[in-house]
């Protein structure tokens, strides 16, 4: 069975009298530790993917099933349980805790879900993302880098079943960028973790091990490329 299964999806929205087909009946499967690139121009879809994936948004129709499960055939109360425990966000913007340092932001998903912090894995991950020696600065004393880097750990420290990267790299440099990558390239093959990331640089594309293409609103291309 598929780790996740996408059926049917379609999101309209509504501009006055016109309708916005932003999702336009689209399928497709995710296997348990696949790194996917959603590509497409501006406009295409890509983004409205990963908030309905994420349990953000909720599609017009069809439906998102996690192992069998349905995402949205839940209350409001077991969505936000979801969201917290099964999804790890990435976006471009790193929105960090500005009062919060670097460990405190960290463990903010775990603690607000009233569990206790796996210690090791928390280590790992620092070491990993190379954050140890930044564990007590506060956001506004790091670079941009850093800052992804405090984001990724976030998302990751509760082990969710996917992790979903908007543009992850779109405020940074290409040195930058690439460090970015090659950790999130580190967290999938070190922890199985599942990974979607929605990008339109071409060249990080090319990183993950699968690309779906997206334009206006219809996959036009899935391609298995390692």
Do not use: C, W
């Amino acid at each position: 069975m598929p780790l996740l299964e996408i059926k049917n999806l379609s999101k309209i929205y509504k501009q006055g009298e016109n309708e916005i087909r932003a999702l336009d009946n689209i399928s497709f499967n995710v296997e348990k530790g696949e790194f996917i690139a959603i590509t497409g121009p501006s406009g295409s879809g890509k983004s409205t993917l990963l908030h309905i994936l994420g349990a953000v948004d909720k599609p017009t129709s069809g439906d998102v099933f996690l192992n069998g499960y349905s995402i949205f055939d839940q209350n409001e109360e077991q969505m936000a349980i979801f969201r917290r425990r099964q999804v790890g966000l990435i976006y471009q913007f790193y929105n960090l805790i500005p009062v919060l340092n670097v460990i405190e932001n960290i463990k903010l998903p775990v603690l607000m879900d009233g569990k206790e912090v796996n210690q090791a894995y928390l280590d790992d991950l620092l070491n990993i993302l190379g954050l140890k020696k930044r564990v007590n600065h506060l956001p506004n004393q790091l670079s941009g880098g850093q800052e992804q880097r405090v984001s990724i750990a976030r998302a990751l420290i509760n082990q969710p079943a996917i992790v979903l990267a908007d543009e992850p790299t779109g405020n940074l440099d290409s040195k930058n960028s690439k460090q970015i990558i090659d950790l999130l390239k580190i967290s999938n093959l070190r922890y199985k973790q599942t990974l979607i990331m929605v990008t339109h640089d071409e060249s990080i594309a090319l990183q993950a091990n699968r690309i779906i293409s997206f334009e206006d609103g219809k996959i036009i291309g899935d391609e298995v490329i390692r």
